[in-house]
């Protein structure tokens, strides 16, 4: 696998969670890069700081000390209000439990980040009709999230984290609640994304079944950033 | 997709705990309206008073009576166009809690004074005829299905014994403050009965009401009067009609007052209910909250769709009430009729019911909007599975 430019440069950050009096470390001076293009695997133990570390870098948490650096811009400097516009352009999310809004559709789920654009109607239409092509589910989109099997619900969610065309994909545990088949669909599926449309996919695991699909797999333990394996 | 989509699908999520919510509302702002409605059927008679009619009475009290002689001294007053004079009659139709005003008046200037009594030319010339008959307003004929030519025997109090009067005219009010319960008879049926069976009573007036010629000009008139009859016998004391009518209402000020407080803890009631509600809702939402968040919702987007759910739930249950406000005050009306002839759900009281909804809406979505905004995404997130 060629070095590809990196795309995710995180530098020197560290994190701590603060439990009454304590303060309890999570991430310790940890520094890689992300290539554009690159599917990275984060594996290690609980507790180990891989889910913090994505949180970082997708710009739902804050660092300690360090920087990240996506697409050139440092977003440890952003405003509250500013990282929130960068994640609607700049991240797609794909979590452990679909987090699809109940109520709504799953054509009306996917639309969601595009509510925050101003497309009109009929160009968020067929934006969300080519991402759910994509997950292949177009013939469910009228369908709510409870109408629809745990693997569909998660390929709905893909759909809304891809619908923006954002930089990075980041996904927690995107399989953790799936059985077998659905998990070798999810996989095959952010496979696709990766290699067909280029997309820079991070994501959490605890199954190597489906680290397998990455080019590259990172340990975290105990806050510490420990290898590099390619695949 | 609208966001305003969202907004409905979220407050109907739990659809029992929503409808409870929009019935404690409803019957909030119905009550809230009703109470507004007595307060302002209180004031209707200050409301219908008109600018350019004083009345005049004894300065010691309402319940002393002034000579019928100062009529042509008060005619004569400088800035006075018309007078009329009455007294209270206090008469009971067949059992007192069929209540009713009813008055003994000089007809023909009563009438001239009084032109928001509107009474047919062939109606009117029969009353003024027969001294012995009456005029009823609209509601009050029909309340007790009298029709032109009937008898109807009141009970005095005041002035015992019963008396007959036949009834001539029904009046319709010029629009819907105007009073359509009224009773009113010939003062000279009165007073010739009075001056064969209590000669000492008769001749004696319970209050002039006097046409000026110019509104603007009203107090000084006022004191012109009060100024011809001082160090008389019987002193005045002249105001303007709208004075008058405060005087009765000031009566009352406690009850009003703890009418209007009572329609405040109203509100207040209603605000505890839907904050109730939005907490639970909040809490329960803390998660989604976080995901919307994530996909780049601001703050002020998810204020917006906290404070949104709180209004749709508290201008849907605003809607009903106001919509069951006017059938339910119609029926109020209908029921206490004798205590408030005008009893109409003013503009303002809708408005109030309104800004008052809007009110509790944004202020219920408060803590929980707070709550929304300052929970970490990682934490809000932690919250699901």
Redesign the interface.
């Known amino acids: 696998m060629e070095n590809k430019a990196p795309i995710v440069e995180v530098r020197q950050v560290s994190k701590s969670y603060h439990r009454g009096n304590q303060t309890v470390p999570v991430l310790q001076d940890i520094s890689f890069d992300i290539g554009d293009g690159e599917f990275l695997a984060l594996m290690g133990p609980s507790g180990s700081g891989k889910s913090?570390l994505l949180?970082l870098i997708?710009g739902?948490?804050k660092v300690d000390a360090g920087t990240i650096t996506v697409g050139g811009i440092d977003i440890t400097t952003l405003s509250?209000?500013d990282l929130?516009?960068w994640?609607?352009?700049n991240?797609g999310?794909i979590?452990?439990?679909y987090?699809l809004?109940?109520?709504?559709s799953a054509?009306?789920n996917v639309?969601?980040?595009l509510?925050?654009t101003s497309l009109p109607k009929a160009e968020r239409r067929a934006h969300v009709e080519t991402a759910l092509g994509v997950v292949n589910l177009l013939d469910r989109m009228d369908h709510y999230p409870k109408q629809l099997s745990g693997g569909q619900q998660q390929r709905v969610a893909i759909a809304?984290a891809i619908v923006t065309d954002p930089t990075i994909l980041v996904a927690d545990e995107p399989t953790g609640d799936l059985d077998r088949v659905s998990t070798e669909e999810i996989m095959e599926l952010m496979d696709n994304l990766n290699t067909e449309s280029g997309k820079t996919i991070i994501m959490v695991t605890h199954d190597p079944r489906a680290a397998r699909k990455a080019h590259h797999i990172r340990n975290l333990d105990k806050g510490v950033l420990n290898n590099d394996a390619h695949l | 997709m609208h966001i305003f989509k969202i907004l409905f699908k979220n407050a109907f999520r739990h659809k029992l705990r929503t409808a409870l919510t929009v019935l404690s509302i409803t019957i909030a702002i119905l009550a809230f309206s009703l109470l507004r409605t007595v307060i302002s059927a209180w004031y209707a008679g200050v409301d219908a008073s008109s600018a350019s009619r004083l009345v005049t009475r004894n300065a010691v009290s309402l319940i002393f009576t002034l000579p019928l002689s100062y009529k042509e001294k008060i005619r004569q007053t400088e800035g006075v166009s018309i007078v009329s004079y009455g007294n209270w009659f206090g008469g009971v139709y067949i059992d007192e809690k069929n209540f009713f005003a009813n008055f003994a008046v000089d007809p023909k200037s009563y009438l001239d004074l009084y032109p928001e009594f509107k009474l047919g030319e062939e109606q009117k010339n029969a009353f003024l005829r027969d001294r012995k008959s009456f005029v009823a307003g609209k509601k009050l004929a029909a309340k007790y299905g009298w029709k032109i030519g009937d008898i109807v025997t009141l009970r005095g109090t005041i002035y015992p014994g019963n008396w007959e009067f036949v009834m001539r005219g029904i009046y319709e009010g010029k629009d819907e403050t105007t009073d359509e319960s009224q009773f009113f008879f010939h003062w000279d049926y009165l007073n010739e009965t009075l001056k064969k069976t209590a000669p000492g009573r008769a001749d004696q007036i319970g209050w002039y009401m006097i046409g000026v010629t110019n509104p603007d000009l009203a107090t000084e008139v006022a004191g012109r009067i009060d100024r011809a009859f001082k160090n008389s016998i019987a002193e005045t004391l002249t105001e303007t009609e709208k004075a008058f009518q405060l005087g009765f209402v000031s009566m009352s000020n406690a009850i009003i007052t703890a009418i209007r407080l009572v329609s405040l803890v109203v509100i207040v009631i209603i605000l505890a209910v839907v904050a109730n509600t939005m907490v639970m809702t909040s809490r329960e939402r803390i998660g989604e909250y976080a995901v919307f968040k994530t996909l780049g919702f601001g703050g002020w987007r998810i204020a917006g769709l906290i404070v949104g759910e709180s209004l749709v739930i508290t201008m849907t249950g605003c809607a009903i009430g106001v919509v069951l406000t006017f059938p339910t005050a119609k029926l109020f009306g209908h029921t206490m009729g004798s205590y408030f002839p005008v009893f109409n759900v003013g503009n303002d009281t809708i408005g109030y019911a309104i800004i008052s909804s809007v009110l509790v809406g944004i202020l219920a979505a408060i803590i929980p909007t707070y709550r929304a905004i300052k929970i970490p995404i990682a934490d809000g997130l932690r919250s699901i599975g």
């Open positions: 913090t949180n997708a739902i948490d509250e209000t929130a516009r994640r609607s352009v991240v999310f979590f452990q439990f987090n809004i109940p109520v709504l054509f009306e639309e969601l980040p509510l925050l809304r």
